[in-house]
């Protein structure tokens, strides 16, 4: 309810902007806290292990699965079909080269994801079927900013991992979008141009809000699987070989901040949901 009457009262204050920059001023105070999450941190600091590159695949493929299925089946309402980009931005068939890759032909019957995970699927099917159009928020917070960050991350992923192609590594690629800068601009206009009442305009800026709530537990989740398995690893076996980091050279860290940041928001967005203040 708190959260409710705030939004509300944004939304008063706010009422000549565009949604995407309502959208971008009420998910202020949420998106610091998403970036000071652990597993967000280790990202930043390029700390990322191999065992939560693999569990944040998971969760993106259950996520995304929920997402694409709620905006297909409603690409046809007005609160969703301005916004329906599947050709270009589609990130299901990616995950599942990308999961493959990583896990093994029979990777379906290992995709292990926490509860947090699981209730953000729930709410993206639940929208899905009882309000169609706050799929705006959750389509515009992953999409735009898995676009923000996808090649840099990409080569960087691949520099980190060793890797000698891009496989395991569709996840951040569009080949869809020829110049992601000008999507991203249509994008925008294709959201703001959807008409919706008051109480669908607010009800959209609530779930925003959500989103960064959902992943911000979906994160915290994911660190505790982490430490209860390595927990494990350890009482099993002292002799056991550390867990591979995904290490990103100290120089492009210390020269490049841009890329810090956008390796951050990468977690958010991943998905971020997290990337849209580089909208």
């Known amino acids: 309810m708190e959260t409710e009457k705030k939004i509300q009262t944004a939304a008063e204050q706010m009422t000549d902007m565009d949604l995407s920059e309502q959208i971008k001023k009420v998910t202020k105070e949420s998106h610091v806290r998403a970036e000071n999450t652990e597993l967000m941190l280790s990202f930043q600091k390029g700390q990322v292990t191999l065992p939560q590159f693999k569990l944040l695949l998971c969760s993106l493929y259950e996520i995304y699965q929920a997402l694409e299925e709620a905006l297909d089946s409603n690409s046809n309402h007005p609160g969703v079909a301005p916004i329906y980009f599947p050709a270009e931005l589609a990130r299901l068939d990616a995950l599942e080269k990308d999961l493959e890759f990583f896990y093994g032909r029979d990777w379906r019957e290992k995709i292990v994801v926490p509860a947090a995970t699981k209730r953000y699927c729930h709410r993206l099917r639940q929208i899905g079927k009882e309000n169609p159009e706050f799929l705006i928020a959750h389509a515009y917070t992953r999409y735009l900013g898995d676009l923000s960050g996808g090649q840099v991350l990409g080569r960087i992923a691949q520099k980190s991992m060793g890797l000698k192609s891009s496989e395991g590594l569709s996840f951040f690629a569009f080949p869809g979008v020829s110049s992601p800068n000008l999507f991203k601009q249509l994008y925008r206009s294709r959201m703001n141009s959807v008409e919706?009442?008051?109480?669908?305009?607010?009800?959209?800026?609530?779930?925003?809000?959500?989103?960064?709530?959902?992943?911000?537990?979906?994160?915290?989740?994911?660190?505790?699987?982490?430490?209860?398995?390595?927990?494990?690893?350890?009482?099993?076996?002292?002799?056991?070989?550390?867990?591979?980091?995904?290490?990103?050279?100290?120089?492009?860290?210390?020269?490049?901040?841009?890329?810090?940041?956008?390796?951050?928001?990468?977690v958010a967005l991943a998905t971020v949901t997290m990337g849209i203040y580089t909208f």
């Open 196 to 266: 919706l009442t008051e109480e669908e305009r607010n009800g959209v800026l609530e779930e925003a809000v959500r989103a960064f709530e959902l992943n911000i537990q979906v994160f915290d989740d994911l660190q505790k699987m982490l430490r209860a398995t390595e927990s494990k690893l350890q009482n099993s076996s002292t002799h056991s070989e550390p867990l591979k980091t995904l290490q990103i050279p100290k120089t492009i860290i210390k020269t490049t901040p841009l890329l810090r940041m956008v390796l951050g928001l990468f």
